[in-house]
């Protein structure tokens, strides 16, 4: 099965270039966001997270920034890999019990 | 394998029909959320159970609805089935509620023709 949203914003990176996909989130209030990474025929993977008490957070080759002044969430990923190919969404808590809001997505193709 | 499982995992009905999605969550997780993915909407949040109860409710129509039965498992029913709700429908566990970095299926990809 293919990836839904064929009307995505598209990145398209050299391989081994460092990416940057940004975000917009909704609700001034959230405390929490996660990025997912979304492979054809797959499902959402989780990639990072981050609370609101923290504007930056760091994980293998990814990097998370946040800026709640202008509700701002962006996913730095290093040295891009072909294997980096993928749809990736930023999401938001949305309650107390772990619903999420997802945002549109952001499909990153890796040249090799 | 994230170790969700959905079934089926394509499914091919008629405008009108019901049909019967399954998910058996992770080993261990007592939550489970269903989503449906489609080309203008995005990922939407449809309902959450958690340990057999419903929890928390989102932009599920009146036709659809879902169970989380003693074993554990879901069922999301669709009824009526109209052309848009043609659609990626995933699954989701965790081990409680509240607890947001779960685990996805790979999803049901429902066509209505």
């Known amino acids: 099965g293919e990836n839904v949203g064929l009307h995505l914003p598209t990145l398209s990176v050299q391989e081994g270039d460092n990416s940057i996909i940004n975000c917009a989130y909704s609700n001034s209030a959230s405390d929490y966001f996660i990025w997912y990474k979304q492979e054809s025929g797959k499902g959402p993977q989780f990639i990072i997270d981050?609370?609101?008490?923290?504007d930056k957070r760091q994980g293998q080759r990814v990097t998370v920034l946040l800026n709640k002044t202008v509700k701002h969430l962006s996913l730095q990923i290093a040295a891009t890999q072909p294997g980096d190919s993928a749809v990736y969404f930023c999401a938001e808590n949305a309650g107390s019990q772990g619903n999420l809001i997802f945002g549109k997505g952001t499909k990153l193709s890796v040249k090799p | 394998d994230s170790g969700v499982t959905q079934t089926p995992k394509h499914l091919i009905t008629a405008t009108g029909q019901r049909v019967t999605l399954r998910c058996s969550p992770r080993?261990?997780?007592?939550?489970v959320y269903w989503y449906q993915q489609s080309l203008d909407q995005g990922l939407q949040f449809l309902i959450q159970?958690?340990?057999?109860?419903?929890?928390a409710k989102g932009n599920i129509l009146e036709r659809f609805s879902a169970q989380q039965f003693p074993d554990l498992h879901s069922e999301l029913n669709l009824s009526s089935l109209e052309l848009g709700d043609s659609a990626l429908y995933f699954c989701a566990s965790s081990l409680r509620t509240g607890s947001y970095g779960y685990t996805f299926g790979s999803g049901t990809r429902l066509t209505v023709v």
């Open positions: 159970y958690y340990n057999g109860e419903e929890r």
């Open positions: 981050i609370r609101s008490n923290m």
């Open positions: 080993s261990g997780d007592l939550s």
